[in-house]
């Protein structure tokens, strides 16, 4: 198990930006595919995006494609998502997670770590 710690959520207007972080505790970070996800006020949490071991594989749900972008720094045991033109409707709390998964998977169950999760709130 990894132990996971997001951060850069907040307020920001719509059309705005935010660079959310996802801090890993352990030795194996290079071993786990990750991905976020966000959970806005009574609904399920939904996929947003995934990346691969290496980073060279990236994965995301149609709404946020060309909008957000995830990376990782294996160095810093760190993964990012970088999140532009924000709307109203992206105002949820967004969660890292970790699989263990040799592919790069997009549902929840595959993911074995989370963190506790940031919010982001985006005014119109």
């Known amino acids: 198990q990894v132990q996971l710690v997001e951060s850069g959520g907040g307020l920001v207007q719509a059309g705005g930006s935010l660079r959310l972080s996802c801090a890993a505790s352990?030795?194996?970070?290079?071993?786990?595919?990750m991905g976020w996800f966000h959970q806005a006020p009574g609904k399920d949490r939904e996929f947003v995006a995934s990346i691969s071991f290496s980073g060279e594989r990236t994965y995301y749900t149609d709404s946020v494609k060309g909008r957000f972008t995830i990376s990782r720094d294996n160095a810093k045991n760190t993964v990012y998502l970088q999140v532009n033109s924000l709307k109203p409707e992206d105002t949820a709390v967004y969660f890292c997670?970790?699989?263990?998964?040799?592919?790069?998977?997009?549902?929840?169950?595959?993911?074995?770590?989370w963190g506790p999760g940031t919010q982001v709130t985006v005014s119109s």
């Open positions: 997670a970790a699989s263990p998964s040799r592919w790069v998977p997009t549902r929840m169950r595959d993911f074995t770590s």
């Open positions: 352990g030795r194996t970070f290079s071993s786990y595919t």
